[in-house]
């Protein structure tokens, strides 16, 4: 497995949360301010800064809002039915529900060492800040206008697209359509942005999130009492696999912008038997529960065996398809990743002739193969098995042949060795040179 990242999500997940456990960890914070700063969006700035949490140092996040947006975001008192006074109140909507609303804790006994707050986004963008309702296509050019990494983008746009399509199944309309009321505001698009780019930076793709723990009852939000989880936070879950855990706690522990990046940036929910850590950061939570709001980033190491591995296996009788389009699809799917795809012969019930479909992939691959695979073939489902598997030691080098450099993959330990040259590798000197397939395959072989 090597090196990953494993987020422990015990007392559930926000984005800010997020966001500061991966800048305790040591996510860049000078690329984070300059991404922040290309940004085309107005009234806030960012503070980082240490604070307690039940005796524990932690790390907090906060986007702190013009007054024109504040809310009720972790005000405790609103979030459980009650009115406030709103004269002393300090908030903004982190984390992207219009039923998170108020800035807490940093509670009274909290001690704040600040290390810098970040000068106010005013950039002249001719953004008004009455416009807080935005469609997914204005989150998504907001992003777009960041001076960022592409695979930042990525995530971001990833992120914001699950948010999107949770919350058009919840309001039941499209996500073309769906209003960003709840997550399109300003500090909803910093905490998504910023989680993207601090994990980019980080330079670790491999995401561990076994489980997130949710609270339960129910909390107010824009839209009256809902039951916790609410429901943009379940269709989260439902729709990307994520494992959740409902606690006795009473409150909404898991926000839907958190439950998103979750969804985003995770590649496998198990932990390696045995792992060594590298580096901790402790992400700090606004509302004042009976356990302190904590995420706990690790950077790991994995010390099983790197001869045994993880793979799985979809698998689908489809009896309607015909060849071509069965030979379109695996090309898409080997494009996206697939470690092998086959299919061969089978009779169905009443002796009906089909074809069963076999891809092997990592789990992190698992939802975009089984998209093309539905998008492409006539299928109506599909089968899902891990399987565990002992493979050889293997890595990629060179062969140099009269023709020119093959790329080969080399196995290579106490009881074999053999080489394995690339077929792309060699096609490519077949066509330009005019040698033989085989002879250009059997020299590379000899090295």
Same mark, same amino acid.
């Given at each position: 497995?090597?090196? =990953? *990242?494993? @987020?422990?999500?015990?007392?559930? %997940?926000?984005g800010?949360m997020?966001?500061a456990?991966?800048?305790? @960890?040591g ?11 290309s940004?085309? !969006?107005?009234?806030?700035k &960012? ?5 307690k949490?039940?005796?524990?140092d932690c790390?907090?996040f906060?986007?702190i !809002?013009?007054?024109k947006?504040e ?8 979030l459980?039915g ?5 004269d002393?109140?300090h ?11 108020a800035?807490d804790?940093?509670n ?6 600040h290390?810098h707050v970040?000068d106010e ?5 001719n953004h008004?800040?009455?416009?807080v309702h935005?469609?997914l296509?204005?989150? *998504?050019?907001?992003?777009n206008?960041?001076?960022m990494t592409?695979?930042?983008r990525k !995530?971001?746009?990833k992120?914001?697209?699950? @948010?999107?399509e949770a ?7 499209? *996500?073309?359509?769906?209003h960003?009321h ?8 910093v905490?998504?942005?910023?989680a993207?780019?601090?994990?980019d930076? #980080? ?5 561990? %999130?076994?489980v997130? /723990?949710?609270?339960s009852? =129910? ?5 009256? *009492?809902?039951p916790?989880?609410? +429901?943009?936070? =379940?269709?989260i879950?439902a729709?990307n696999?994520l494992?959740l ?7 909404e522990l898991? &926000? +839907?912008?958190g439950?998103? #990046?979750?969804a985003?940036?995770?590649?496998s929910?198990r #932990?390696p ?9 402790l992400?700090?939570? /606004?509302?004042?529960?009976?356990r ?6 690790? $950077?790991?190491?994995?010390a099983?065996?790197d ?7 979809l698998?689908?009788? $489809?009896d ?8 379109y699809?695996?090309?898409? !799917? ?8 086959h299919?061969f012969?089978?009779f169905?019930k009443?002796?009906r002739p089909?074809?069963?479909?076999n ?12 998209e $093309? ?8 489902g599909?089968?899902?098995?891990k399987?565990d598997? &002992? ?8 062969a #140099? &042949? /009269?023709w020119?450099k093959?790329k080969?993959?080399?196995?290579d330990?106490d009881?074999?060795?053999?080489v394995?040259p690339e077929?792309? =590798?060699?096609?490519?000197i077949?066509d330009?040179?005019g ?7 059997n020299?590379?072989?000899k090295?």
């Open positions: 497995m090597g090196k =990953s *990242i494993y @987020l422990e999500c015990e007392t559930g %997940i926000s800010d997020c966001v456990a991966l800048l305790d @960890l996510a860049n914070k000078d690329v984070l301010e300059k991404v922040l700063k940004l085309p !969006l107005d009234g806030y &960012t503070s980082i800064s240490r604070v949490k039940s005796g524990l790390l907090d906060d986007v !809002l013009d007054e947006y809310n009720h975001d972790h005000d405790m008192e609103y459980y009650h009115e406030l006074n709103h002393h109140q908030g903004h909507n982190h984390d992207g529900h219009s039923h998170e609303h800035h804790e940093h009274h006994d909290n001690e704040h060492n290390e970040h986004h005013s950039h002249d963008h008004e800040h009455s416009h935005r469609h296509s204005d989150v *998504i050019d907001i992003i206008a960041g001076d592409e695979n930042a !995530l971001a746009i992120a914001f697209t699950i @948010l999107g919350e058009a199944k919840a309001h039941g309309t499209t *996500i073309e359509e769906v960003f709840e997550v399109g505001a300003v500090d909803s698009i905490d998504v942005i910023a993207a780019v601090c994990l930076s #980080l330079g670790i793709e491999d995401v561990i %999130i076994p997130i /723990k949710e609270g009852g =129910s909390v107010r939000c824009a839209h009256g *009492i809902l916790v989880p609410v +429901p943009a936070v =379940s269709n879950v729709a696999g494992m855990g409902i606690t006795d706690m009473k409150g898991v &926000t +839907p912008t439950a998103a #990046l979750a985003t940036f995770k590649t929910d #932990l038997g045995r792992f060594s850590v590298e580096k901790i950061g992400g700090a939570g /606004k509302r004042a529960y009976e302190p709001s904590i995420v706990r980033a690790m $950077i790991i190491n994995s099983e065996s001869t045994e591995d993880e793979i799985w296996k698998e689908s009788n $489809i309607d398809s015909t060849g071509e389009a069965l030979g699809c695996m090309e898409k !799917l080997l494009a996206a990743g697939a470690r092998d795809v299919y012969p089978v169905m009443k002796n089909a074809y069963q479909l891809v092997l992939c990592k789990e992190k691959d698992i939802e975009k193969l089984s $093309i695979i539905f998008k492409e073939t006539t299928t109506i599909i089968r899902r098995l399987m598997r &002992t493979i050889l030691k293997r890595y990629m080098d060179e #140099l &042949t /009269k020119g093959v080969v993959k080399v196995c330990n009881f074999v060795h053999r394995y077929y792309d =590798s060699v096609k490519e077949c330009k040179t040698a033989g397939f085989q002879e250009v395959y020299a590379a072989v090295g």
